[in-house]
């Protein structure tokens, strides 16, 4: 039966999918496999020098009881307890403080189903150890708050954005009336522009030179440019078709593919940009659309190349099971590698996850970095076709089918329609409708809305067409003729001293139109373009952006701005930085900000056509700011830290453009 095949079966049949075991709760015989069916670990100290030979040198051998506590698992209850170590002050005579002998006492078993059982060992026995020091540092992991995931941190649900009439809590909200006042200002701001360009004109939209640059050529090029550059992302769902296919490898060749296919995408989209000769608001469009179609690129490549690398491993253990079953035990105790006390099986009382998958990946990577996996160890032994007793297949059996779920787990994500389960997302009709999604990061499944309000959908056009048209107006009236002045001082041939005089006044004329510019231009992208393609798409996630206005730190608005682009940068830069490149999270916040410095500087080029690197620069100033705003004199000043924020954004903008008009 082929992959494809039998992943068929198991969609249709979701209890094919689940190879999970029944657990069987027996006694233990030997303290080390009483330790093999505890999956809690004993609340003692750790100590790091512990497992040094000139410790146990320097100091007598001490022996230790092994208790199990009686106390149920609010999760399941037939997992069995925690074990408690308790020291033994009186050892028998004729007992050695050297002895790694075991002694079990007589079960006692009274109204409860399970009896209490006592292990006696020797405190310097090796494998007591060596168990309880991989589950302190299992359980250490587990509670560390610092664990990073490389693909399971976002998660999608029904939400409005803030802004949205649909939203109960903005329209409840006390300062509403603000926020209408701000449109009726915007109204009366208009009609006084129009008069006056009437009064000087005969027209209302007055000279209209933007406006006429926007439409004077190459509206439909740029049109069918934009639609043909949408439709190369294919290219994209070919490379992961070709991974599934297992013509290449993903860890091997395929990312590397990948990656050369978007540096071709995003100079092909640059490039042309050059070559047609653009005006700026043609090439701001296409340029900034096809980063947006590079990052959706990226994301749908990156987690569908991961996935393909569990479900290849997923079939392996499968093939490996199979094999298992195959073999027959021999009768005495097996000398095969690796023995059942030496693997970690503490795991196995937990139900198998995706996330405890990851979690044992890490923890195992920490404990024991320089050895083989259990699995690798067991696949070997399998493959080799060694003796093995029955206790090596039963353990080995339980192992294998303990990671095939936990991975089966991983290749669903938070899809709940089999259709969605990786391989079945990789289809020609599912990459396009994650294309026209208003997100740039791939999940298998998002929440859906049930219906396409169209009046909605009517209203946030209309939106759309008036904001465009109030942009327009004021940087016809405001902006415009500054960015002419500057032109005309270059053609009067003024040297760069005599420039920088008029800066000053050139920055105090454009802080008020750009500050206008920055927050229409972000409404009309997150509020009204993204809501009238979630509105179609009936996506259900419109948080595209939190109460940015409050805050108080340039951390706290790089999260709250731009959402969609924030969780690309969380999941794809920030914790890929810290999976793949072993890096801290302080470094990897600086790549992030960075590329995105980077990024933001190549659109800069793109208008201007000049390298200059002054968003770079005034982009990453905000991590000193940011390392600032949590010392203590602003760690608490929400008020001073806001304004601070809001001085930021009122100079940034046309500071940047005054240094590009100027030189």
């Known amino acids: 039966m082929s992959a494809a095949e039998e992943h068929r079966m198991a969609s249709d049949n979701p209890d094919a999918y689940d190879v999970r075991p029944r657990r069987e709760v027996h006694h233990p015989a030997a303290l080390a496999e009483a330790l093999r069916t505890v999956h809690r670990t004993p609340d003692i100290p750790s100590d790091s020098n512990s497992d040094s030979g000139s410790e146990a040198k320097g100091h007598p051998l001490q022996s230790v009881l092994l208790r199990r506590k009686s106390r149920s698992d609010s999760y399941d209850d037939s997992a069995l307890d925690t074990p408690e170590i308790l020291p033994l002050e009186d050892k028998e005579p004729n007992e050695t403080s050297g002895s790694k002998q075991l002694r079990q006492s007589s079960p006692n078993f009274g109204s409860g189903e399970r009896g209490d059982k006592t292990y006696v060992v020797a405190s310097d026995d090796a494998e ?52 209408v006042l701000f449109w009726i200002g915007m109204a009366i701001l208009i009609i006084k522009m129009a008069a006056e ?12 030179e933007i406006m006429k640059s926007m439409f004077r050529r190459d509206v439909i090029v740029l049109l069918l440019s934009d639609g043909i550059m949408c439709g190369l992302t294919g290219v994209s769902w070919v490379i992961q078709r070709l991974v599934y296919l297992q013509y290449i490898s993903w860890e091997r060749t395929g990312w590397i593919v990948q990656n050369i296919w978007q540096s071709l995408f995003i100079a092909g989209v640059i490039g042309l940009t050059l070559v047609r000769d653009w005006p700026w608001t043609h090439t701001v469009y296409f340029v900034l659309h096809g980063i947006v179609m590079l990052m959706k690129q990226h994301s749908y490549a990156f987690y569908n190349g991961h996935l393909s690398s569990a479900y290849r491993k997923r079939q392996s253990l499968l093939l490996k099971l199979k094999q298992l079953e195959g073999i027959s ?15 970690s099986t503490s795991h196995l009382a937990v139900p198998p996850s995706a996330d405890e998958y990851h979690e044992r990946r890490r923890s195992l990577s920490k404990s024991r970095s320089t050895d083989e996996s259990d699995i690798e160890s067991i696949s070997h032994a399998i493959e080799a076709s060694k003796p093995l007793d029955m206790e090596q297949l039963h353990v080995f059996e339980k192992l294998i089918k303990w990671e095939a779920d936990a991975l089966t787990d991983e290749l669903r994500g938070k899809a709940t329609d089999h259709t969605h389960y ?5 289809t020609f ?17 998002y929440p859906r809305s049930d219906s396409i309000n169209w009046s909605y959908v009517a209203e946030k056009a209309c939106a759309t067409v008036g904001v465009i048209f109030v942009m327009i107006m004021i940087s016809q009236a405001y902006i415009y003729p500054v960015v002419m002045r500057t032109v005309h001082m270059k053609e009067m041939g003024w040297t760069i001293n005599q420039r920088f005089q008029e800066f000053p006044w050139l920055l105090s004329d454009l802080i008020f139109p750009f500050m206008m510019e920055y927050l229409l231009a972000w409404y009309l992208i997150w509020e009204t373009v993204l809501n009238i393609l979630a509105e179609i798409t009936c996506f259900a996630d419109r948080s595209f952006y939190d109460a940015w206005w409050n805050s108080v730190s340039w951390d706290m608005y790089a999260r709250d701005w731009n959402r969609p682009v924030h969780n690309f940068l969380l999941r794809h830069v920030y914790h890929s930085s810290i999976s793949s490149m072993k890096v801290n999270k302080h470094t990897a916040t600086l790549i992030t900000f960075f590329l995105s410095a980077c990024v933001h500087e190549l659109v800069m080029w793109c208008i201007f056509k000049k390298l200059r690197g002054y968003l770079l620069i005034l982009q990453m100033c905000q991590l000193p700011l940011v390392r600032m705003s949590r010392t203590k004199w602003l760690r608490n000043q929400k008020t001073l830290g806001n304004m601070l924020f809001w001085i930021g954004i009122f100079t940034g903008p046309s500071l940047l453009c005054s240094l590009y008009l100027i030189l």
């Not at 360009?197 to 209209?208: H, I």
């Not at 990786?422 to 990789?426: A, I, K, S, T, V």
């Open 128 to 179: 007591l150890r060596e168990i309880l020091r991989m589950g302190l540092e299992r359980e250490k992991e587990k509670q560390s708050p610092g664990r990073r995931e490389k693909f399971r941190d976002m998660v999608f649900t029904r939400q409005f954005s803030t802004f949205d009439r649909q939203n109960q809590d903005a329209a409840n909200s006390p300062f509403h009336g603000f926020y």
């Open 197 to 208: 360009n009437w009064r000087k004109t005969g027209n209302p939209l007055g000279t209209n």
């Open 329 to 343: 035990p021999v009768t005495a105790p097996s000398p095969t590698s690796p023995r059942v006390s030496a693997l």
């Open 422 to 426: 990786y391989p079945n997302n990789l």
């Open 429 to 445: 009709s599912n990459h396009y409708e994650y294309i026209v999604l208003p997100t740039v990061v791939y999940e298998l499944q």
